[in-house]
DNA sequence: CGAGTTACTTGACAATCTCAAATATCTCGG
DNA sequence: CCGAGATATTTGAGATTGTCAAGTAACTCG
């Protein structure tokens, strides 16, 4: 691989540690884990089946289990039935859940100090490298 | 924030997302896990102290010891006595460690696929930003 | 020398993850 | 409609990673 690419690869590496050590902060300090925070700010979006979490978290349905069980003992997210199939359960965030989220990912704040280095014109440029970088 | 730092942060979120699954995916083709590809790959760069090795992933030191243990009983690690300080222990990769953490490093595709997207320009363009974004 | 600090290990425990097996339910061909 | 096979979830065993507290050995400095 030629320089440049090696050095972009390796910065790239930087901003991927620093931003998982900001995101298992901001989970710790809402007393969850990264997976448990990972797995809130899915159901946040849109409630799910047990597997389409896995799909999305690229991990076994029965690791999942075991998570939204503690998320569930928390009283954070809840299973319900799905009308139209009885073998699945839908995990959805409880109202509490849904706070938890949203003060999770408020406080996620990666983007604040390394962003705000940047002026409008650079992180638009910045959002058009990574949008062409992951592809159309 | 505003909606363009968050539809950066978005981005970032999604190539983290991407360069962890890689990193796994690459570790696990020579039957390492990610906690151990980062420690070998670390020691490939230099040997160190035990404690050095903790400080740099950010856990305990007491974490260290378990992984260096599975390394080292794969042959890929050797822990050898600090001369200037009886208390310590240098980890330090055997040669059979630094071939695997070489490859490793080879086998990591993150850049290719997405790097080829870009120009020559738009490389030097994202190093520079990302540059910036992370601290002088 | 000796008190306090530092480096590493050990042991107990929780969480995450995989795999294989069990249960319940769905689907579809005959 | 029935039964074989597929699918969704859970359970249990086992490995790994991570924390914390305690233990051992060695260093430092007054």
Same mark, same amino acid.
Request: aromatic residues 2%; proline residues 7%.
């Given at each position: 691989?030629?320089?440049?690419?090696?050095?972009?690869?390796?910065?790239?590496?930087?901003? &991927?540690?620093?931003?998982?050590?900001?995101?298992?902060?901001?989970?710790?300090?809402?007393?969850?884990?990264?997976?448990?925070?990972?797995?809130?700010?899915?159901?946040?979006?849109?409630?799910?089946?047990?597997?389409?979490?896995?799909?999305?978290?690229?991990?076994?349905?029965?690791?999942?289990?075991?998570? &939204?069980?503690?998320?569930?003992?928390?009283?954070? &997210?809840?299973?319900?039935?799905?009308?139209?199939?009885?073998? &699945?359960?839908?995990?959805?965030?409880?109202?509490?859940?849904?706070?938890?989220?949203?003060?999770?990912?408020?406080?996620?704040?990666?983007?604040?100090?390394?962003?705000?280095?940047?002026?409008?014109?650079?992180?638009?440029?910045?959002?058009?490298?990574?949008?062409?970088?992951?592809?159309?």
């Amino acid at each position: 691989m030629d320089p440049l690419s090696l050095e972009v690869v390796e910065l790239i590496g930087t901003v &991927v540690g620093r931003y998982y050590e900001e995101y298992e902060r901001a989970a710790a300090e809402h007393s969850l884990t990264g997976a448990q925070a990972r797995v809130l700010g899915l159901l946040a979006l849109e409630p799910m089946p047990m597997r389409q979490i896995a799909h999305k978290l690229k991990c076994e349905p029965s690791n999942i289990t075991g998570i &939204v069980d503690r998320l569930e003992a928390r009283g954070l &997210v809840e299973r319900r039935p799905d009308p139209a199939d009885r073998r &699945v359960k839908l995990a959805a965030p409880t109202p509490d859940g849904l706070t938890t989220a949203t003060d999770l990912r408020d406080s996620l704040n990666f983007a604040r100090e390394p962003l705000a280095e940047l002026s409008a014109e650079e992180r638009t440029a910045l959002r058009d490298l990574l949008k062409r970088m992951l592809g159309a």
